[in-house]
Nanobody
């Protein structure tokens, strides 16, 4: 069992930056592939980024490539999402999630989810 808690959300102007954190407890997060997802009001949840347990491989949605960076610190059991050049369309609740392997992450099959943190980008 893994518990995930996100933090770092808030209100930012377009063009600004935020760094989200996802703290894992219960099991070492290094054994999990970690992902970030987001859900805007009235829309489905979308994949944002994922990272392997070692941090050596990452994957991004086209909409955030070149602007967002996912990273992890396994010593702290924490995954980060650095968000730069934010746009109003990035406004959403951002959630982190954990899954057991990269293949499942590519299919969107995640086992554990956090509650989410709100990110609001004003124009």
């Amino acid at each position: 069992q893994v518990q995930l808690v996100e933090s770092g959300g808030g209100l930012v102007q377009a063009g600004g930056s935020l760094r989200l954190s996802c703290a894992a407890s219960g099991r070492s997060s290094s054994s999990f592939v970690m992902g970030w997802f987001r859900q805007a009001p009235g829309k489905e949840r979308d994949f944002v980024a994922a990272i392997t347990g070692s941090g050596g491989v990452t994957n991004y949605a086209d909409s955030v490539k070149g602007r967002f960076v996912i990273s992890r610190d396994n010593a702290k059991n924490t995954v980060y999402l650095q968000m730069n050049s934010l746009k109003p369309e990035d406004t959403a609740v951002y959630s982190c999630a954990a899954t057991t392997n990269w293949g499942r992450s590519l299919k969107g099959e995640y086992d554990y989810w956090g509650q989410g943190t709100q990110v609001t980008v004003s124009s």
